[in-house]
């Protein structure tokens, strides 16, 4: 490890009785060091993954478009009213 590439920072979280367990027990599943080793690891597979929509992010967007349609739909329908009004008779056909 060269200078430059040096561990010098700690970063720490807590968690559960339960989930220090698990974490320990992936250590060995996996031939992990440590827990930070598969901390560290699993986060920098993490921020090399191109980035992913949630779920949230996905229905957001389906919502958007929907939106969007029914502005259309609202600006068609206006549009054919004021052909109606504009009409001697009140009465035509959309083909």
Do not use: N
Request: net charge positive.
């Amino acid at each position: 490890m060269t200078v430059e590439s040096r561990r010098s920072r700690l970063v720490t979280f807590r968690v559960s009785a339960d989930e220090y367990h698990t974490l320990a027990s992936a250590c060995i599943t996996r031939r992990v060091r440590s827990i930070s080793e598969l901390a560290r690891t699993a986060i920098q597979q993490w921020l090399k993954e191109p980035s992913t929509s949630s779920p949230l992010d996905t229905e957001l967007q389906h919502v958007e478009r929907r939106i969007e349609a029914l502005a259309q739909e609202i600006e068609r329908l206006q549009y054919l009213a004021k052909l109606q009004r504009q009409m001697p008779s009140g009465k035509f056909t959309t083909q």
